[in-house]
């Protein structure tokens, strides 16, 4: 609706006035109040007594900025009036004060006469029973409680997406439940986190980011069963759901199809950006209140669906509380475990094909839990890689490993020593100091000392690896890559890394007697190592095919069960004593006539 026909359908005196503090327009019933044919254009002040010109002049520039006002106006001397202000912007974009005349008396009426109308500005003005100065309150208290509500609505919002934060989540179920009984609902929260976010802001900047974070966010509002939807930390969300039903299928059914309209690609000008994400899902139980213990079991169902890989869900339950816990314990205990020194070492003996007597071992950690029993290496090694503590277990190990065979090496009845280390924990120049100093402080020769690798991380992070070899180099110790055959080899990067000795993983070696593919890709690595004048090292050996299939193929060192298994120090000992003192390997393997070349590992 124009101005032009507001002002003549409004049924009350209006008038507004431009910037310049100059009347803009009025309509007929200010005219009429005023007894005047015309007002446009003359100043508002010229209306006023002398006393309210100076507090109009302040008041004028709030109006405009958009504070409401009402006001005791005496206009023209004679009419007392209550008139309230608001901001109205014109359709060309100027601002202007809009006044409603509310109540209006002239100054001789009898109210007056009668001792109810006082000074108009002492507040306690009465005209038709209705005081100024409460009204003005009542508008206050409304402008409060304006105010009050927009901050509630900026507490409980996220600015970028416009989704609720935790709080309106909050506030949100708290209303639902409301409505429906905490025991009788079927409600769920469901934590969402994006996959690869990082990476769209590293590439995209982060404009772009917040784009696809508002893309995603209309998504999961917009979903069915979906009653409400938050962002809660960089670019991880939480959804209400009503799922009507404990039916596990329903249930899966539900998050199926809020998944489905989630991860769709999603474009942003020219740009194309693929969408995917883990989610965990909790049962609201406890009421509203207990809204943070239920993020909590949300946010460990979806670390358990991320570590089981990108773009699974995972519901919170018994089974995984448990799983959890446990996983909690082991990681604060690791932690007191390798301070304390309490992980122990054993020893894997290595045999070469060309001379029986020559044994090296490999160095792996065990940890048996007080709880939970023995702690599989790949589980607790993987922890501590997450939790940060692998150096000082890596480095823990190697110290006691060397203080053990210090007196094995000097004997000269055991060859070598291999340790596994990853590149990640090499590029640190203090992990390659405080292991160089172990080693010269153990007596041991660095060229009696193997370090292994893994394949996959040597070309994950070639320049990493490509470095920390380099440095072992120059110390003087023996380089492997370990497990080779479980990763697609660079073969163009291994060219360029001086590795000295090649391991075969087991998994080539498992079925090497009834897999012909299996076999010829364990030839080739065989001859690889010809091509890398490296050493080749078959792990895996659990019996006498396997054995004389790779002394067919060339192979050098052979490791496994059929050798024999990890060995804590007083075994290996025995182990020494029975098959390499007594001058009789026995193993029952036809690997003394294996013909090698010259072994580096030979010391």
Known sequence: MSLNKFLTEVTIPCVTIGEDGRIATAN??????????????????????????SRWTQL??????????????????VIASVIK????????GRSHAMGFVLISN??????????????????????????SKHLRMQATIERLEQKLRIAQKHAETDPTTGLN????????????????RAESAFIYLAAIDLDDFKAVNDHFGHEMGDELLRVVGKRLSSSD?????????????????????????????????IVDGLWSPVRIGDVEIKVSGSIGVSRITNGPFALDEHLREADLALLAAKRNGKNRVQFFDLALATKIERRHSLERDLRKAIRGKLLTTCYQPVISGRAPDFIGVEVLA?????????????????????????PQLDLMIVEQACAELRYLVERDEIKFVSFNVSPGELQADEYIRRFVDIIERSGISPSRICVEITEESMVDNFDLAQNAILKLKEFGVIVAIDDYG?????????????????????SLISDIANNERAMQAALSIVHLGRVFAADIVVEGIENAEQAAICKALGSHYFQGYAISAPLALENLDNWLACNIRSGSLATNLPLQSIAGSQLKLVG
């Open 28 to 53: 007929q019933q200010f005219l009429d109040l005023l007894g005047l044919h015309r007002v446009t254009g003359r100043k508002y002040a010229d209306l006023l007594k002398c006393n309210e010109k």
């Open 60 to 77: 004028l520039p709030q109006i405009l900025q958009g504070e409401d006002s009402i006001e005791d106006h005496v206009l023209l001397g």
């Open 85 to 92: 202000f608001v901001k109205h912007t014109a359709s060309d």
């Open 106 to 131: 002239r100054i001789e009426d009898p109210v007056r006469e009668a001792g109810l109308f006082p000074d108009v500005h002492d507040g306690r003005v009465l005209l038709h029973g209705i005081s």
């Open 165 to 180: 934060n935790r709080a309106g989540l909050k506030g949100a179920l708290q209303k639902k439940l409301q409505i429906q």
């Open 225 to 257: 069963h979906v009653f409400s939807a938050a962002r809660i930390g960089g670019d991880e969300f939480a959804i209400l759901v009503d799922a009507e039903s404990h039916d596990p299928q329903h249930l899966w059914d539900t998050i199926g199809r």
């Open 366 to 390: 065990r940890w048996r839990h007080e709880v939970y029993g023995n702690i599989s290496p790949v589980e607790f090694i993987a922890i501590a890689d997450e939790i940060g503590v692998l």
């Open 486 to 506: 479980t990763g697609y080899s660079n073969l163009r990067a291994l060219l360029d890394l001086p590795v000295d000795v090649i391991k075969i993983d087991r």
